[in-house]
C-alpha cells in the first residue's frame, strides 16, 4: 500500500551540485507532477507529464529536469543546485487530469 | 494563462463559528476546481473538486464549496470549525483537457479554544 513514494526526503547540497529526486508510484497513474512548496508561495508546478515518454514545463521549471522513462516513476534533477531551489518538494499522480491528486510525503532540499 | 488567487493568508475563527476561505479563479472557461488541506508536516489531502453541474459541491469533513461562474470564484465553506480544522487550505484549477494542475497561495486556518 505503498502509494507515491519520494526519496531521499532530506538532502543538502552545496551550490553548484547536482542531485536527482525520484517519484515513483504504484497506482498505474498516467498523470505525475512535481512541485515546489515554499511558505506563502503556496504550491507551484515545476514539470508534469501526461503520461510515458511525455513530459511539459509547469509554472517554474527553470534549472529543473525530468524524465519520465518508466510509467511509475517521474524524475526531477537540479544540474547546478542554487540556494534559491531550497525547498520542499512534492510529487503526485493522479489517474486523469481532472482526478484526485495522490501526493508524496515531501523531500526537503537545502542548497548552501 | 490560468490563475488561483487566495486572498487571504491567514484566518483566525473560534471553534464552532462558522468558516468561509475565498478562492478565484482565472481562466476563460470553466475549469475543474479543487480545494486540498495540508496539516503540518504532511502532504496534501482531496477535500472536494467541481467539474460541473450542481455548483454547491459536498466534500468530506463536513465542508462545501460553491461554484459561481458570475464572480470566478469557488469559496469553501463550514458551517462549524471543529479544532483539528486547523491546517492549511489549498484551492487549485485545472483546465479541462489539459494536464496542469495550479494551486493558490493558500489559506493558514488557526482555530481559537
Known amino acids: 500500500n505503498a502509494g507515491v513514494t519520494q526519496t531521499p526526503k532530506f538532502r543538502v547540497l552545496k551550490t553548484g551540485q547536482s542531485m536527482t529526486l525520484l517519484c515513483a508510484q504504484d497506482?498505474?497513474?498516467?498523470?505525475m507532477y512535481w512541485y515546489r512548496q515554499d511558505p506563502g508561495m503556496g504550491l507551484r508546478l515545476i514539470h508534469y507529464?501526461?503520461?510515458?515518454?511525455?513530459?511539459a514545463k509547469g509554472e517554474v521549471p527553470d534549472g529543473y529536469n525530468v524524465s519520465r522513462l518508466k510509467k511509475q516513476n517521474f524524475l526531477l534533477g537540479l544540474e547546478s543546485a542554487a540556494p534559491s531551489q531550497t525547498s520542499v518538494y512534492f510529487c503526485?499522480?493522479?489517474?486523469?487530469?481532472?482526478?484526485?491528486?495522490?501526493f508524496g510525503e515531501g523531500s526537503r532540499l537545502t542548497v548552501l | 494563462a490560468q490563475s488561483v488567487t487566495q486572498p487571504d493568508i491567514h484566518i483566525t475563527v473560534s471553534e464552532g463559528a462558522s468558516l468561509e476561505l475565498r478562492c478565484n479563479y482565472s481562466?476563460?472557461?470553466?475549469?475543474?476546481l479543487f480545494w486540498y488541506v495540508q496539516s503540518p508536516g504532511q502532504g496534501l489531502q482531496l477535500l472536494l473538486k467541481?467539474?460541473?453541474?450542481?455548483?454547491l459541491v459536498q466534500g468530506i469533513k463536513g465542508f462545501e464549496a460553491e461554484f459561481k461562474r458570475s464572480q470566478s470564484s469557488f469559496n469553501l465553506r463550514k458551517p462549524s470549525v471543529h479544532w483539528s480544522d486547523a491546517a492549511e487550505y489549498f484551492c487549485?484549477?485545472?483546465?479541462?483537457?489539459?494536464?496542469?494542475?495550479?494551486f493558490g497561495q493558500g489559506t493558514e486556518l488557526s482555530v481559537k479554544p
Open positions: 503526485a499522480s493522479s489517474y486523469r487530469v481532472a482526478g484526485e491528486l495522490f
Open positions: 497506482m498505474n497513474h498516467e498523470y
Open positions: 507529464s501526461v503520461g510515458e515518454g511525455t513530459t
Open positions: 481562466y476563460g472557461a470553466t475549469p475543474y
Open positions: 467541481y467539474f460541473s453541474g450542481d455548483t
Open positions: 487549485a484549477v485545472a483546465v479541462q483537457g489539459g494536464g496542469k494542475l495550479i
